[in-house]
């Protein structure tokens, strides 16, 4: 049932970004009096569609759709959409039209500014919707960051062997005060960093980070979680614990072993599930030996103390710029990452994703605030790649349409093809290496 979940999340924010995306050509062609032959959900590879306005029942059913110039539909394959553009040498290389005299309602009649205009909707219309949606999110729920200050790092084995030791608090990369606690491990990247200060009980250190291991960095998520002590904040009415612990307590060791940390806690309480654990307490000044009930996960039916989140709450009016600048800092954090990835050394290349990627991130349950989150996020992420200067992208256009307003110099029918070409390759390209590495995550 998660699985499936995770699946319908993942359609559902594909459908919206590339509705929006395909929806930002289609309106400026519109508007400049550019036929649009189809304008489709997903790709109807070899002619195969799930649904078209051109199909005889739904004809029969609407008979005026079938005087509409433009072809509206869903192909079977999830990898995009496309909006046909007549006259424009597109993705899906139909040149019939060049053999023919350019009519006045075609993509390369028009003037260059127009045609820039046109393919940089889509990436505006991206933009646009990240910028509603990050406005939305804080005026509703406001912004919650927890503070790096003050709060220690409870760490795995890559950064144990990088140097860091869970109860370090992290002061500084290297001019760099980090705030916020869940990007440390972001801007550890991002930032280049050279040395990380930290605080490790009384005394103050320096790590020197090796830039050979950012890619392992990169894929290894959960380097710095939150460390936080095992106090009881609540016991659970239908704990099997429910007499024995107190709101308050805080939990020392488990049979026999020492425990800091919750995550210390988890294991070894894993080790007695479905039986019970002897442990050692502290309750205000006194120490209490005890043996708790575990559940088949490894569970003993409380919860635990957890630091306050700090939660920004907006108006309707603060929110607005709050978004823009939210907007503008995503769009920032992205092109650094993708920076990253074109540096090889790096090996950042390895932490490229594909779909199922995507539906990984989704949580297994519904929740509008955390799906909002990421539908901004994938927004963000669908524009800035689109601006890529990558033939076959909008990018690619964009800079062919740059070129002929400077030089008023327009490229041959055969380069603006070649250059197509080449694009597609290197999108096949990227392609299958998102889909080798999330195959060869699930392998390992």
């Known amino acids: ?62 008979p005026k759709t079938a005087s509409w110039e433009t072809e509206y539909g869903i192909g079977w394959l999830p990898l995009g959409g496309y909006c046909k553009i007549a006259g424009m040498v597109d993705e899906s290389m139909d040149t019939r039209y060049l053999r023919q005299e350019p009519q006045s309602w075609e993509f390369r009649s028009h003037p260059a500014w127009q045609r820039l205009i046109v393919m940089a909707g889509g990436v505006l219309n991206n933009f646009l919707l990240s910028i509603i949606l990050y406005i939305s999110i804080l005026a509703i729920w406001g912004n919650a960051i927890l503070r790096n200050e003050g709060h ?104 026999g072993e020492p425990v800091e940390w919750l995550q210390d806690a ?50 309707v009016l603060e929110a607005v710029p709050a978004g823009f600048k939210l907007t503008f800092s995503t769009v920032g954090g992205y092109l650094k990452d993708l920076r990253l990835v074109a540096t090889p050394r790096t090996e950042a290349y390895k932490s490229v994703g594909s779909f199922i990627a995507i539906g990984q991130v989704f949580p297994s349950r519904w929740n509008w605030y955390q799906f909002l989150q990421l539908l901004a996020l994938l927004s963000v992420m669908l524009a800035v790649m689109n601006l890529l200067p990558i033939p076959a992208l909008d990018g690619g256009h964009i800079v062919i349409c740059l070129y002929e307003i400077i030089t008023r110099r327009k490229p041959s029918d055969r380069f603006l093809m070649v250059t197509q070409m080449i694009g597609m390759f290197l999108l096949v390209g990227l392609m299958f290496l998102a889909f080798g590495n999330d195959i060869g995550r699930l392998i390992r």
């Open 1 to 62: 049932m998660v699985v499936v979940i995770k699946i319908l999340q993942v359609i559902l924010a594909l459908s919206v970004l590339i509705l929006i995306h395909e929806a930002g050509h289609f309106m400026w062609a519109k508007f400049f009096g550019i036929r649009v032959d189809k304008f489709f959900l997903f790709f109807d590879a070899w002619g195969v569609k799930l649904f078209s306005t051109r199909q005889a029942w739904f004809v029969r059913l609407f």
């Open 152 to 255: 220690a790092i409870y760490v795995n084995e890559l950064a144990y062997d990088m140097g860091f030791r869970s109860g370090d608090r992290i002061l500084r990369f290297d001019d760099y005060e980090p705030e916020d606690f869940f990007m440390l491990q972001a801007d550890l990247v991002r930032r280049d960093v050279r040395t990380v200060t930290l605080l490790r009980g009384a005394d103050t250190l320096v790590l020197y980070m090796d830039q050979s291991r950012i890619g392992e960095v990169l894929n290894a998520p959960g380097m710095f979680d939150l460390a936080v002590p095992f106090v009881v904040d609540t016991v659970l009415a239908d704990s099997p614990n429910a007499g024995r612990l107190r709101r308050g307590d805080r939990l020392i060791a488990v049979e």
């Open 266 to 315: 988890r294991k070894l309480f894993s080790r007695s599930a479905g039986a019970q654990s002897a442990v050692t307490l502290l309750r205000d000044k006194d120490t209490l030996q005890m043996a708790l009930s575990v559940d088949s996960l490894g569970r003993v039916g409380v919860y635990t103390r957890f630091p306050d989140y700090e939660i920004r709450h907006y108006n």
